[in-house]
């Protein structure tokens, strides 16, 4: 790493872009927990998983939908995609604009629309940009070619119910203190989300072991332990475990007072115990990224340092380096970026739970999730 620890990083950036603010390392801690959001949305985009995204969707409680919560990404099943061409004339590309042109292959009557721009005038893409959305479903659009004349969109009707979240966790500590004070609060939260968001319900026995239990529709409870559980139904046919199954995980990263990964303090235990997968983003992969991207990029990474300078400038007009929003050249440097290390930045996590998994393995759930025939399940 080429800084001795991210404390010491987080001061570099203090210096070098935030010596405008008040607090130039709290203001460098912020950005530091939005590029591991970013971090995590461009993994998920290069494991092929861009057809599935949302971005900050409401999520209901199992059996409790009088409580939802706003998870940062979920992975929907797909029901119907299309491929629609808009005019490149300069102008936003606006949910009215693709919804006219979507109407000539579908209906799109039982959607209301969306007042979202999946390209404005500024040149920003809105990352996983939703046009419509109906009781059971809603319509996400991306890009798959861009040309002189044309934009070639695609759109995708993902169906309501995810099949998988990803929460990411970040917290900073202040000069002078030994604990942030919001440490255990922004865990506690993260585990109550895990918790209650799908049917695999957690609970334990009286000598601490982990068990899953599991309500089919006759109410009749089953139980086995807990990743046994999780992985029978993850990889089982069975619509009655699958129907409200949702895989949750939890990606965090350490601020200097969390934890490191061999040292799990009280906040990683009570966020390992409670989302299915918890993976750990080490100080090195944050390290490089900031280093390569922000800080020393080589040329064909530019843009990318650009649009974080500019996102964060003491005059600056827009914020254009967030999960949601992105420039949209940064956004394809960044892709490309991803792609080419992938097996690289993989190996930036590190698997806090279950205990002796592997990211791959984690990619692979993922996949067998996504390949269900949920039409058919819900």
């Not at 604009?97 to 979507?102: E, F, G, H, R, W």
């Not at 005038?121 to 861009?146: H, M, P, Q, W």
């Amino acid at each position: 790493m080429a800084y001795d620890s991210v404390d010491k990083l987080q001061n570099a950036l203090g210096e070098k872009v935030f010596h405008y603010t008040q607090d130039k390392k709290k203001a460098a801690g912020r950005a530091l927990g939005t590029m591991v959001e970013i971090i995590t949305y461009y993994l998920l985009k290069t494991w092929n998983f861009n057809n599935s995204i949302s971005i900050e969707r409401r999520l209901v409680e199992y059996g409790n939908e009088d409580i939802s919560h706003n998870v940062e990404y979920s992975l929907h099943p797909i029901i119907k995609e299309y491929e629609v061409s808009v005019p490149n004339d300069g102008n936003s590309i606006t949910a009215t604009k693709i919804l006219k042109v979507l109407e000539e292959k579908a209906s799109t009557s039982k959607f209301d629309k969306k007042n979202n721009n999946l390209l404005d005038k500024y040149n920003i893409l809105r990352n996983a940009c939703t046009i419509g959305e109906s009781k059971d479903s809603f319509l996400v659009t991306s890009f798959k070619t861009v040309g002189k004349q044309v934009y070639e969109i695609l759109v995708f009707e993902q169906m309501q119910k995810p099949y998988a979240i990803f929460e990411c966790k970040r917290v900073g500590i202040e000069e002078g203190n030994k604990k942030g004070p919001q440490t255990i609060e922004k865990a506690k939260q993260g585990a109550y989300v895990a918790r209650t968001a799908s049917s695999l319900q957690k609970t334990r026995t009286d000598k601490g072991e982990k068990y899953g239990i599991i309500y089919r529709s006759d109410n009749k409870p089953y139980i086995k332990p807990y990743v046994e559980l999780m992985e029978e139904i993850i990889y089982s046919d069975d619509t009655e475990l699958l129907k409200k199954f949702i895989l949750t995980v939890g990606v965090v990263s350490n601020h200097g007072n969390w934890f490191t990964a061999e040292n799990h303090n009280k906040e990683l235990k009570v966020l390992s115990q409670s989302y299915d997968w918890l993976i750990f983003l080490t100080d090195n992969g944050l390290a490089q990224f900031i280093d390569e991207l922000l800080l020393n990029p080589i040329q064909k990474y530019i843009k990318v340092q650009e649009a974080f300078k500019s996102s964060y400038a003491a005059d600056k007009k827009r914020n254009v380096f967030t999960k949601v929003k992105m420039d949209f050249d940064t956004g394809a440097v960044l892709l490309k970026y991803f792609s080419d290390k992938q097996k690289e930045i993989e190996g930036w996590f590190n698997v806090i739970a279950p205990e002796g998994k592997t990211i791959t393995e984690l990619k692979v759930e993922l996949i067998e999730l996504r390949s269900k025939n949920w039409k058919e399940i819900l």
